[in-house]
Nanobody, 122 residues
Framework: QVQLVESGGGLVQAGGSLRLTCAAS????????MGWFRQAPGKGREFVAA????????DYIDSVKGRFTISRDNAKNTMYLQMNSLKPEDTAVYVC???????????????WGQGTQVTVSS
């Protein structure tokens, strides 16, 4: 059974930082692209960032470029999202997902976590 478990969310002031973690089990982690999506209240799910299985390729939504960094540790079956210079508009539930490739992940995702709440106060 595949499980993706997020942690690291919380309440932070604008300009602050958080590091999200996604721990994976039940899949061959090193064979999957991994990524983060977010959903703000009253809005649809939005792609945030993705990383290829090797870590060599990353993809970001324009609004987080230069502020967020996605990374992974295949030895630990774990993915991270370092979020700096946070803004109130970053407030959302952040969900990790996996897919065979970054395009597949962005299109539909194969597996999904439950999410972790990030709240940025102004």
């Amino acid at each position: 059974q595949v499980q993706l478990v997020e942690s690291g969310g919380g309440l932070v002031q604008a300009g602050g930082s958080l590091r999200l973690t996604c721990a994976a089990s039940g899949l061959t982690f090193s064979m999957y692209a991994m990524g983060w999506f977010r959903q703000a209240p009253g809005k649809g799910r939005e792609f945030v960032a993705a990383i290829s299985w090797s870590g060599r390729d990353q993809d970001y939504i324009d609004s987080v470029k230069g502020r967020f960094t996605i990374s992974r540790d295949n030895a630990k079956n774990t993915m991270y999202l370092q979020m700096n210079s946070l803004k109130p508009e970053d407030t959302a539930v952040y969900v990790c997902a996996s897919g065979r490739t970054i395009p597949i992940l962005k299109a539909r995702g194969d597996y999904w976590g439950q999410g972790t709440q990030v709240t940025v106060s102004s």
